[in-house]
């Protein structure tokens, strides 16, 4: 089963809490080599502008807007939307005390809004969970007024591959079901958007990681989509010592356990 565009399975398991998203963001904020941090890159991609408002399409628990907020332009404002109401309810939770937020539970197939009500739509790593990226694609389109723009972020094709590697040591027939650059990746990204959108441009942001703390990158693994439908206990206690075993041993030797990064913003706008 594929599982990174199950709708049920991202709503009801993957992404019913923040659990998962949050030992996976832990990771990326304590062990990232680009000091200048990913939120704050992102949001500069943006490029709001006074009184703009913005569609956060699969917004998580608002992270990018709980650091940014303070640097939202005089009058503008955002939705935020995700298809899980768990996410949306931690979303509402940090920031509704804020009058500038708003927020929805929708699926990106079909977003509940008027065309042309936004200046701006972000979508943060979530377009690759989509089952028909084309028809999100078109409902971005939809909503955004003359002139607007999306930003789009996602992974390339040699994302996190040395972690792969590692969990193949002591799963040899492990396939990633985390297959978001097939899906909707830095590569292929691009010509997707272009079906629909007339301009279409990439943006790298250059990173890594270096961890030294071989228990959060155990919880970094047990969290990826589907870990326990690998097989029957295939994420039982021996197959995470063994996995703690071998991280600690890279750290001992090498200082930290080394991750290299694939990530970045696909920026589109305009329509054919």
Known sequence: MNLIDNQNYLKDSQYKT??????????????????YGWF??????????????????????AEQWKLQAARLPEGARVVLC???????EAARGALQA?????????????????TGSFDVVTANHMLYHVPDIARAAREIRRVLRPG????????????MRQLYALIRLVLPDFQPADSSAERFGLENGP??????FGSVRVEIYEDGLFVTDAQMLVDYIGSMWGIG??????????????????IAKEIECSGGFQIDKSSGVILAGGAE
């Not at 923040?18 to 000091?35: D, E, G, M, V, Y």
């Not at 709001?48 to 569609?55: A, F, K, R």
């Not at 439908?229 to 071998?246: H, K, M, N, T, Y």
Request: aromatic share 8%.
């Open 82 to 88: 995700d298809l899980s109401t768990g996410m949306v």
């Open 229 to 246: 439908r690998w097989g029957a206990g295939c994420w039982d206690e021996p197959v995470q010592d063994q996995l703690r075993a071998l």
């Open 191 to 196: 010509d997707l958007l272009r079906e629909v």
């Open 148 to 159: 607007g723009r999306l930003v789009a972020a996602t992974n390339g094709k040699p994302h």
């Open 18 to 35: 923040t659990a998962n998203l949050q030992a996976r963001l832990r990771i990326h904020q304590l062990f990232s080599s680009n000091a």
């Open 40 to 61: 704050r890159w992102e949001y500069e991609h943006l490029a709001l502008l006074p009184g703009e408002c913005v569609l956060d399409l699969g917004c998580g628990p």
């Open 98 to 114: 804020d009058g500038r937020f708003g927020w929805a539970a929708a699926d990106a197939q079909a977003i509940p809004f008027m």
